[in-house]
């Protein structure tokens, strides 16, 4: 498969949520690695941070919603730091996760998570997901 790359596959409506939720703007990246170099938990990732940045740009934002990437970050803020055009990859990729759980809809009663739910799923996407959806 071709991904025939137009304005409107870079610059889409995701791209755009990304940089509202974010703060961020993800073109001011120039993919020199840094981010992926410092970050500790780069090993399990399906994609390092600058590869995040990259598809961003690229307005491929299915493929990063749907890996464990954004689940695995553990904003620890290396990346961020070291950036040095500034860019808070971070807050991005807690946009992505605001995303992932926004798209799947309803609300969610800690009450209601069965205790092999609360064994099995990612720690930071219990504390998203009851930051973004309890109330």
């Not at 954004?70 to 950036?83: A, D």
């Amino acid at each position: 498969m071709t991904l025939k790359i137009t304005r409107e596959n870079i610059k889409n409506s995701l791209v755009d949520k990304i940089e509202d939720i974010s703060g961020q703007n993800v073109f001011d990246c120039y993919q020199c690695g840094i981010c992926s170099s410092g970050c500790p938990v780069t090993d399990y990732m399906d994609f390092p941070p600058n590869q995040v940045m990259r598809l961003v740009q690229f307005g491929c934002v299915d493929e990063i919603l749907n890996s464990k990437t954004i689940w695995i970050c553990s904003t620890c803020l290396q990346c961020s730091t070291r950036c040095p055009k500034g860019i808070e990859v971070a807050k991005v990729m807690e946009a992505l996760r605001t995303i992932n759980l926004r798209q799947r809809g309803g609300t969610l009663n800690p009450d209601d998570l069965k205790s092999k739910e609360l064994k099995d799923l990612p720690q930071i996407a219990l504390v998203s997901a009851f930051r973004k959806l309890t109330g």
